[in-house]
């Protein structure tokens, strides 16, 4: 490679307004029962990403031993949003006054995610019982917990 082959700068495209807005539109066109490639990468990454947020958020989970949990709860998250946002467009009742199936599946993403959320400690109660996080029971200093219990016994 010459020098200046490197000095050149790269050809740069201007985009139109249309086609700024059609790329900001076209990785919103993916839904939850989406097949497309591109839907289920769009899918996957809003997935992952919310799974990193919840990591950093919560440091006492172990971002190898439960990543799965935090990977399902994350996508029980994403279809319980994508659900309750088709709720609001169309309604918990159809015309006939039947609830809506997307209302079971909210119910049960929500249901799921309760149980996920145990598992990881999210809950207030669940923090208390592992004694992590901001709950009221701080974290535990295992050496010094040890040293305060054996400081009882020899005192008892």
Excluded: H
């Excluded at 200046?4 to 740069?12: A, S």
């Excluded at 989406?34 to 971002?63: E, F």
């Excluded at 918990?92 to 959320?117: C, K, M, N």
């Amino acid at each position: 490679m010459t020098d200046d082959q490197r000095t050149e700068k790269p050809i740069t495209r201007t985009m139109t307004p249309a086609a700024i807005k059609q790329r900001g539109v076209a990785a919103l066109k993916g839904g939850i029962y989406s097949k497309a490639p591109i839907g289920r990468r769009v899918r996957d990454r809003r997935v992952q990403r919310l799974t990193r947020k919840l990591i950093r958020a919560c440091p006492w989970i172990d971002p190898v031993a439960d990543m799965p949990l935090a990977r399902a709860w994350s996508e029980a998250e994403y279809i319980a949003g994508w659900a309750f946002a088709a709720l609001v467009n169309d309604g918990i009742t159809s015309a006939s006054g039947e609830p809506r199936r997307v209302f079971d599946v909210w119910r049960q993403a929500r249901q799921l995610q309760s149980q996920l959320g145990r598992e990881l400690a999210l809950s207030p109660a669940a923090r208390m019982a592992l004694r992590v996080g901001d709950s009221t029971a701080k974290n535990m200093d295992a050496a010094s917990e040890v040293a305060r219990l054996k400081a009882e016994r020899g005192s008892a």
